[in-house]
């Protein structure tokens, strides 16, 4: 793992509640920056977060949950495959989203 | 003076009801964890501020919470719950083979004398124990794997395993219940199982009288004598008096003998407590008039319990765990609805009035007695 830098993550609603933060995480996150290892860093900071982002076991993201950095859907994407400079960068965010879904 | 403290699990929300021993006067509190799925609080026997909760949400899945002062306030505990070995599979309501997943905390049951230890019982159906305060988690796998688990199927409401009941005589003995397998004991802590479901006639199954695969909506045991059992099921109001080897009907003169909740008097044993849903088709009380029925004979003789009860346009439901008791010298007796009410009554049934009226739908009530 590479140089640690400082990424942003926004969270849905709920997981800010439930990590009891307010705005926006700040996390230190090793190069090159991805999916995984923001997660990883964000559970290791936030241990309550585990299984409500990405399942135990599979590590697959939760259905009703989507990725987005600099505008673009990163929901689909490997989560090993590298983020946008602008996000290792700390220019924008890692969005964490809960789908509109239900009644 | 005491206090009673009710727990309530809502749809949206948990909200602690809190009163002197008089229970007239109610203080609400919440809603706790809002917007969440609160299907379960339960308080320790052995340390009452300590209180279990089960938090889920469609999105972010399951997660645990515990308080240790009564509620004020609250820490995440492990949410880890994994199948033990290879999970296998049950029958999916196709009757295809489908295989365990994990889904939601259904139920909660502190233990009677550790408060570090709780059991948890989840959808898809298994038993999980802990013993650090629900940090981590254990599947008790053999009950899942005691041989007839790959017949068990969902009811309607899901695979759940919604009844854990501990015997106060017995620290070997536990009784579980599971929609729609039936239900189940352990005479040694929870390695062996074996299901307890002779005398259940469910006729929507191939084999009404099959040793599995019946729809119990709850199981209600006094503590005074832990052999004798109160259940009802899906259709049909039944007792065992020999820890469930047998079942007897006891539905009587019920208006229906369909519905969810059960419960018994905490100085009656012979005193039950059932709230009649016309069917399973129509998940609302008979007539739009929300009754109470109570048996001061452990079943078979019911009389309708109204007084401070809506008695007409009332079409909400009473969902399995969602009525309790106290256990004051006059017994207390506490339901939730599915429109949001919760109704108390101080003297056994004979009045009620409601604590809040406009809650989220109630999924759970537990009741706290607290010198």
Redesign the interface.
């Known amino acids: 793992m590479g140089q640690s830098v400082s990424v942003r993550v926004i969270l ?4 800010r ?2 990590a009891r933060v307010d705005g926006e995480v700040a996390l230190e996150v090793g190069e090159p920056v991805t999916v995984r290892r923001v997660l990883d860093a964000l559970e290791g900071g936030y ?2 977060l ?4 990405r ?3 599979t590590g697959q993201r ?1 259905a ?2 989507r990725f987005f950095a600099c505008e673009e859907d990163w929901s689909h994407e490997a989560v090993d495959a590298e983020l946008p400079r602008a996000v290792a960068e700390g220019r924008e965010p890692l969005l964490i989203l ?2 509109i ?2 009644g | 003076m005491s206090t009673v403290r009710v727990l309530v699990g809502t749809r949206k929300g948990a909200f602690i009801l809190t009163s002197d021993g008089k229970r007239e006067d109610w203080t609400v509190n919440g809603p706790l964890f809002a917007g969440w799925e609160m299907y379960h609080l339960k308080g320790s026997p052995a340390e009452p501020n300590r209180i279990y909760a089960s938090q889920s949400s469609g999105w972010f899945g399951q997660t645990m919470q515990r308080s240790d002062d009564g509620g004020a306030s609250w820490t995440p505990v492990g949410n880890k719950f994994t199948y033990e070995g290879v999970p296998g599979t049950h029958q999916w309501y196709d009757g295809t083979a489908h295989p365990w997943e994990f889904k939601r905390v259904w139920h909660l049951e502190p233990s009677l004398t550790d408060p570090e230890t709780v059991y948890a019982g989840v959808e898809d159906a298994a038993l999980f124990k802990s013993t650090d305060g629900g940090a981590t988690w254990q599947e008790l796998a053999g009950l899942r794997g005691h041989g007839t688990g790959p017949r068990w199927q969902p009811g309607a409401g899901g695979m759940c395993l919604h009844t854990i009941i501990l015997d106060p005589s017995d620290a070997g003995r536990m009784y579980i219940a599971i929609s729609a397998a039936g239900a189940f004991r352990t005479d040694d802590g929870g390695v062996s199982w074996k299901p307890i479901n002779k005398g259940l006639v469910s006729n929507f199954m191939p084999e009404p009288t099959a040793e599995v695969g019946h729809c119990v909506h709850h199981v209600a045991m006094h503590r005074a004598r832990p052999g004798v059992l109160f259940m009802q099921k899906h259709w049909d109001v039944m007792r065992s008096d020999n820890a469930g080897e047998s079942w007897q009907e006891v539905s009587g003169n019920l208006p229906t003998d369909f519905g969810f909740v059960i419960d018994v008097h905490a100085h009656e044993p012979e005193t039950l407590y059932v709230v009649p849903i016309k069917s399973d088709s129509e998940h609302f009380p008979p007539e739009g008039k929300l009754r109470v029925y109570r048996s001061r004979t452990g079943g078979n003789e019911w009389e309708a319990l109204t007084k401070g009860l809506p008695q007409k346009d009332c079409y909400v439901n009473v969902l399995r765990d969602a009525m309790a008791v106290d256990s004051l010298e006059e017994c207390g007796v506490y339901f939730g609805t599915t429109g949001g009410q919760v109704y108390a009554s101080a003297d056994a049934g004979d009045h009620w009035k409601p604590i809040v009226r406009d809650l989220p739908a109630v999924l759970s009530v537990e009741v706290q007695t607290l010198e």
């Open positions: 849905p609603y709920h997981l509640t439930l241990p309550m585990c299984g409500t982002i399942e135990y076991g939760r009703f949950l809960g789908a879904a239900g």
